[in-house]
T-cell receptor, first 114, second 110 residues
């Protein structure tokens, strides 16, 4: 079945450590996105990529980094510079980067800083 | 920053009732308005979407009403069921990205 796989589902990080969240899709979608979800704040865009080897900052990119070396993969690194990293992280993809077909979301990774 | 305002934050409805969630946007360049449904611990799933050239779209028990002049759109869930209990997000998009509302937690009591 086609879809988006995020791993791990739960992740614990010590303060001061970088951590990388995985996102893989087999939908052959061109565009991929990372969102952060906090209670009462909806979904906030961290980074997005419309094509391999290219990506743009979203609204809350500080303290995060991404890469897009393959069409199928869009990993997110939460660096030690992110002041409040505990959140639910969602990866999404869309067919052509446009909004006409909506997004397909993964099941998310819950990151907790301990 | 482009914004989409969603209300109410939470909603409790009796089984069989109508659930109504409202959203308002500012940017007139938005040309795609989807609604997403999210269950706990899962990613959001596309529920229904509308473009600004129509005022209403219906799919089963779910209806989007769109008022272009007021820059508002709403989701109506008819005959609400306990299985509809979830968080609902409106969104608005143009170009390559969607902007999401803050979400509404819907509880349908049996």
């Amino acid at each position: 079945d086609g879809g988006i796989t995020q791993s791990p589902k739960y992740l614990f990080r010590k303060e001061g450590q970088n951590v990388t969240l995985s996102c893989e899709q087999n939908l052959n979608h061109d565009a991929m996105y990372w969102y952060r979800q906090d209670p009462g704040q909806g979904l906030r865009l961290i980074y997005y990529s419309q094509i391999v080897n290219d990506f743009q900052k979203g609204d809350i990119a500080e303290g995060y980094s991404v890469s897009r070396e393959k069409k199928e993969s869009f990993p997110l690194t939460v660096t030690s510079a992110q002041k409040n990293p505990t959140a639910f992280y969602l990866c999404a993809s869309s067919i052509d980067g446009g909004t006409g077909y909506g997004y397909t979301f993964g099941s998310g990774t819950r990151l907790t800083v301990v | 920053q482009q914004q989409v305002k969603q209300s109410p934050q939470s909603l409790i409805v009796q089984k069989g009732g109508i659930s109504i969630i409202n959203c308002a946007y500012e940017n007139t360049a938005f040309d795609y308005f989807p609604w997403y449904q999210q269950f706990p611990g899962k990613g959001p799933a596309l529920l229904i979407a509308i473009r600004p050239d129509v005022s209403e779209k219906k799919e089963g028990r779910f209806t989007i009403s769109f008022n272009k002049s007021a820059k508002q759109f709403s989701l109506h869930i008819m005959d609400s069921q306990p299985g509809d209990s979830a968080t609902y997000f409106c969104a608005a998009g143009s170009g390559s990205r969607l902007t999401f509302g803050e979400g509404t937690q819907l509880t349908v009591n049996p």
